[in-house]
T-cell receptor, first 109, second 113 residues
Framework: GQSLEQPSEVTAVEGAIVQINCTYQTSGFYGLSWYQQHDGGAPTFLSYNALDGLEETGRFSSFLSRSDSYGYLLLQELQMKDSASYFCAVRGSWGKLQFGAGTQVVVTP | GAGVSQSPSNKVTEKGKDVELRCDPISGHTALYWYRQSLGQGLEFLIYFQGNSAPDKSGLPSDRFSAERTGGSVSTLTIQRTQQEDSAVYLC???????????FGPGTRLLVL
């Protein structure tokens, strides 16, 4: 089976840096994805790591360590619009994505 | 082109009634997925299609739930004899292939009274 753990909530001020950790247990692993979901909205893709290392996309970066079954999403220069839920998701041996429970990021002025 | 669309956007039904939820994936996307999200919770995988076939139906919560996809495009998720615990947002997503980024629709908010 598969399980993912991520913190339930993180609060930070505008302009700060936030790191959301995700640890996973899976019988098959093809990669770790991150999705953002605003209240009432649909999840939208942020990043995907299939190999170890850091992937940078603008203010967001994602990291993966396959040997540690661990990854994180780094949000830099936080903006109010970044207030949302962030989900890590593991891609198993076929098409299924297993999502974590989500981390609510609250950005304060 | 257009994104993933779902209908209806909201559905209120009485316990015991059947409901059908529809998903129109992005044109050309071969893979289609159904998820369920309860209030404040993560996404629960239900089923996925590659073309018209569903290799894994193990995510469906009970035999009251079924799904089909025709013509490699539109998919319908049917819930028979709805129960109050079925109340949730049902999300559909599609991707070009099984390892590609998934694009989500806006969801159908189902409320069973």
């Amino acid at each position: 089976g598969q399980s993912l753990e991520q913190p339930s909530e993180v609060t930070a001020v505008e302009g700060a840096i936030v790191q959301i950790n995700c640890t996973y247990q899976t019988s098959g692993f093809y990669g770790l994805s991150w999705y953002q979901q605003h209240d009432g909205g649909a999840p939208t893709f942020l990043s995907y790591n299939a190999l170890d290392g850091l992937e940078e996309t603008g203010r967001f970066s994602s990291f993966l360590s396959r040997s540690d079954s661990y990854g994180y999403l780094l949000l830099q220069e936080l903006q109010m619009k970044d207030s949302a839920s962030y989900f890590c998701a593991v891609r198993g041996s076929w098409g299924k994505l297993q999502f974590g429970a989500g981390t609510q990021v609250v950005v304060t002025p | 082109g257009a994104g993933v669309s779902q209908s209806p956007s909201n559905k209120v039904t009485e316990k015991g009634k059947d409901v059908e939820l529809r998903c129109d994936p992005i044109s050309g996307h071969t893979a289609l997925y159904w998820y369920r999200q309860s209030l404040g919770q993560g996404l629960e995988f239900l089923i996925y299609f590659q073309g018209n076939s569903a290799p894994d139906k193990s995510g469906l919560p009970s035999d009251r739930f079924s799904a089909e996809r025709t013509g490699g495009s539109v998919s319908t998720l049917t819930i028979q004899r709805t129960q109050q615990e079925d109340s949730a947002v049902y999300l559909c997503a599609s991707s070009e292939g099984l390892v590609e980024t998934q694009y989500f629709g806006p969801g159908t908010r189902l409320l069973v009274l």
